[in-house]
Antibody
């Protein structure tokens, strides 16, 4: 069965960096696009970024462009999100999700909490 | 960006009664291939989101048939034919036609 396990969250000061990881199993990772999405405390869902199956295309929501970088290591079945210049408003639970065809997220991980605070 | 507007924000429903959630987009969600990429997710309390419906009306595997999706263009609806206790939670529409991908603000389904 599809499993996605996020890690790397924690508390960090504004302006600092953090790297999230998402370990995937139960499917052919190298054949799947992958998303990062987030949910601020008590708020709705927000899509953050996607990387296509072959890494050829990456898209980001405007608020993270130039600060966040999505990447993948198919040899480790792992997705990453490098988050630089973090801001208070980046505080959220971050989810990774597999992209089914047509870039629609299907399976989601359990999430990892990132808190940006001084 | 495409703005997704859901209504109502909160939906109290009696067990066994139907429920309906509306989702409207600020522009057409019909893609150049002719498909409409409007999707619905359920988030039960304390859980990760789960996809229910993709491309307007396609139910995911394991999703009860009391859930159905419909609509076209900019106007979409998620219906629950008979609400059960396990349906309590937040429901989100999401468009995957245009970049960036965007969600509606969510609808809270609760039992009266």
């Amino acid at each position: 069965q599809v499993q996605l396990v996020e890690s790397g969250g924690g508390e960090v000061q504004p302006g600092r960096s953090l790297r999230l990881s998402c370990a995937a199993s139960g499917f052919k990772f190298r054949n799947a696009g992958m998303h990062w999405l987030r949910q601020a405390p008590g708020k709705g869902l927000e899509w953050v970024a996607i990387i296509f199956y072959d890494g050829s295309n990456k898209y980001y929501t405007d608020s993270v462009k130039g600060r966040f970088t999505i990447s993948r290591d198919d040899s480790k079945n792992t997705l990453y999100l490098q988050m630089d210049s973090l801001r208070d408003e980046d505080t959220a639970v971050y989810y990774c999700a597999r992209s089914s065809p047509w870039v629609i997220p299907d399976y989601w991980g359990q999430g990892t909490l990132v808190t940006v605070s001084s | 960006d495409v703005v997704m507007t859901q209504s109502p924000l909160s939906l109290p429903v009696t067990l066994g009664q139907p429920a309906s959630i509306s989702c409207r987009s600020s522009q057409s969600l019909v893609y150049s291939d002719g498909n409409t990429y409007l999707n619905w997710f359920q988030q039960r309390p304390g859980q990760s989101p789960r996809r229910l419906i993709y491309k307007v009306s396609n139910r995911d595997s394991g999703v009860p048939d009391r859930f159905s999706g419909s609509g076209s263009g900019t106007d979409f609806t998620l219906k629950i034919s008979r609400v059960e206790a396990e349906d309590v939670g937040l429901y989100y529409c999401m468009q995957t036609t245009h970049w960036p991908l965007t969600f509606g603000g969510g609808t809270q389904v609760e039992i009266k």
